[in-house]
């Protein structure tokens, strides 16, 4: 019988290093590196949709966006890989829908839950590692790019989202790494804290 791979997540708020690190991290392991929203056919269509700004959207339509494309994603990457004993490590996940649908939006927390539980199919991470950042951080790094729904976004928004993901690790006994420290330093704490995994 095969053993499923490890399923590890990186959380945080846009330019917290979740997406470097994740690729590096999936690299070391021969894991398959993978990101929500957007990696699937289906996932590009959707992102590009969510992501435009131009585009009026409620947070609730926008919230089933994520979760649709969440779906598809575990069904045709996740689950599959992970059922072949492939690990998988994947840039956001569900506690995303949580903090910046939930927490930065607005939409009722439980009805996010119960539909990303649905979205999911019950596919859960084996370790989820958050990456945080101070707002002022995030307002140094990031593009303002008027065009991206959320790169418009103002610091308060960010930082109900970062609040909230502070809120979910408090919950879920995440590891919590500083995100504003350098790549080598963000990257030694990080391995520390996968090398346990069973790769």
């Given at each position: 019988m095969t053993r499923p791979?490890?399923?590890?997540?990186?959380?945080?708020?846009?330019?917290?290093?979740?997406?470097?690190?994740?690729?590096?991290?999936?690299?070391?392991?021969d894991a398959l590196y993978t990101f929500e929203p957007g990696d699937t056919a289906l996932g590009q269509e959707l992102r590009r949709?969510?992501?435009?700004?131009?585009?009026?959207?409620?947070?609730?339509?926008?919230?089933?966006?994520?979760l649709t494309d969440r779906s598809h994603h575990v069904h045709e990457v996740i689950a599959p890989a992970l059922e072949t004993g492939r690990s998988v490590v994947c840039d956001r996940f569900y506690a995303s829908t949580l903090a910046y649908q939930g927490y930065g939006r607005g939409v009722d927390l439980g009805l996010l839950r119960a539909a990303s539980e649905l979205a999911?199919?019950?596919?859960?991470?084996?370790?989820?590692?958050?990456?945080?950042?101070s707002v002022e951080v995030v307002n140094e790094?990031?593009?303002?790019?008027?065009?991206?729904?959320?790169?418009?976004?103002?610091?308060?928004?960010?930082?109900?989202?970062?609040?909230?993901?502070?809120?979910?690790?408090q919950e879920n006994a995440w590891f919590v790494v500083?995100?504003?420290?350098?790549?080598?330093?963000?990257?030694?704490?990080?391995?520390?804290r996968v090398a346990d995994l069973p790769w």
């Open positions: 791979g490890v399923f590890l997540v990186f959380e945080g708020i846009d330019v917290s290093g979740k997406s470097t690190q994740a690729r590096r991290v999936a690299a070391r392991y949709w969510v992501l435009d700004a131009a585009t009026p959207m409620n947070p609730a339509t926008e919230a089933l966006f994520m999911i199919d019950g596919c859960r991470p084996t370790r989820t590692i958050l990456l945080d950042v790094r990031r593009a303002h790019d008027q065009r991206d729904r959320f790169e418009a976004e103002d610091l308060a928004f960010h930082q109900r989202v970062r609040d909230g993901y502070l809120e979910l690790a500083d995100g504003a420290k350098s790549e080598d330093e963000v990257a030694r704490v990080v391995d520390e």
